[in-house]
């Protein structure tokens, strides 16, 4: 026999519609939530290239940690939109909640710092934010203390949207690539593809963190792609490559509200142009692949051993090799 919960309401459209300007105040507390919580993984989970221990993954009810190891047990934290609380559950069986509600950062660090101290699950994480120019320790930072849970929730929405195409294209790659994970250090979703051949130290320069973060994420020549809620009306996908190879701005890339932003070193496509197109999911999956296609043509990227030829995303197509 079988039981169901039905939790506050889901998800109700493919491509939600969310204003940057109207949520500015929830996103940047949510941001440091996700910092807080990041940062228990970041001190728990073994190291691993690229920094991939660290991220959150997009789940059917919000952001996971996914099974975080303490001693012998697991635990994970998950943000859930639906019911807005973030539950913290032991592989023990015991399990804490912390409402998702309007409250100052200082408050919500309290929280989950006593939630996993009650589960015998102390965690001792750095105590400000990274890649933010105002580094407010957290428990000190009461300015952070918006929450909308509508606003929550359709920023998850667009989370889901994006993952769910990210994940198609990323399946048409057979060298090395990343999981489609939430980094939140800059609150984005993103994708990494990597060509086999290492790069030149990077600069650094992300405020409020090591220079050396940057070296160890990008020690590998690639292209990255991902969402970021910021930069325009909805939001923004971008697509980069590091280091950036000759003719890469200039290459021809899709669909025409595609473009490559100096300023950034990145090219950029509004959500809003793929939320309100005809075929959200395939004007995506195009800025994606031909976005790709600039870093891996100019960079000269072996891609015969590194692309499957999928034209429909059919397993059928896997191991199919696509020409250079």
């Not at 934010?129 to 009461?142: H, K, L, S």
């Not at 990323?170 to 609150?187: C, D, E, I, Q, T």
């Not at 070296?215 to 930069?231: D, N, Q």
Request: hydrophobic content about 35%; aromatic content about 12%; some cysteine.
């Amino acid at each position: 026999m079988t039981s169901t919960h039905r939790g506050g309401a889901g998800l109700t459209v493919d491509w939600p519609s969310l204003l940057v300007d109207e949520w500015t105040a929830t996103r940047d507390t949510l941001h440091m939530w996700t910092q807080i919580v990041g940062k228990v993984r970041l001190v728990q989970a073994p190291m691993t290239a690229h920094w991939w221990q660290v991220p959150l993954y997009v789940t059917p009810r919000g952001l996971s940690t996914s099974a975080i190891p303490h001693g012998g047990r697991l635990f994970d934290l998950e943000f859930d939109f639906v019911d807005h609380q973030l539950q913290i559950r032991s592989s023990n069986g015991g399990e804490r909640q912390v409402a998702l509600e309007p409250k100052p950062v200082a408050t919500f660090h309290h929280e989950v710092m006593t939630a996993l101290a009650e589960l015998d699950l102390e965690v001792p994480i750095f105590g400000r934010p990274v890649e933010v120019e105002r580094a407010i320790p957290f428990a000190d930072d009461v300015e952070h203390a918006s929450y909308d849970p509508d606003h929550a929730q359709r920023f998850w929405g667009q989370l889901v949207a994006a993952h769910r195409v990210i994940s198609r294209f990323r399946s048409r790659f057979l060298g090395k690539v990343s999981p489609v994970h939430f980094f939140w250090g800059a609150m984005d979703l993103a994708c990494t593809r990597f060509s086999g051949r290492t790069a030149p130290p990077h600069p650094g320069g992300a405020p409020n963190c090591g220079d050396w973060v940057m070296v160890e994420a990008y020690s590998h020549e690639l292209s990255s792609c991902g969402f970021w809620p910021g930069g325009s009306e909805e939001g923004t996908f971008y697509s980069y490559a590091y280091p950036e190879p000759p003719g890469y701005a200039e290459h021809p890339v899709s669909p025409e509200a595609a473009a490559y932003d100096a300023n950034l070193g990145e090219f950029v496509l509004p959500y809003t142009a793929v939320r309100t197109s005809d075929d959200p999911d395939e004007t995506l999956l195009d800025f994606l692949q031909t976005t790709y296609q600039a870093a891996a043509e100019n960079g000269r990227w072996n891609r015969g051993d590194l692309e499957i030829q999928a034209p429909h995303d059919s397993p059928s197509a896997a191991g199919r090799k696509a020409p250079s």
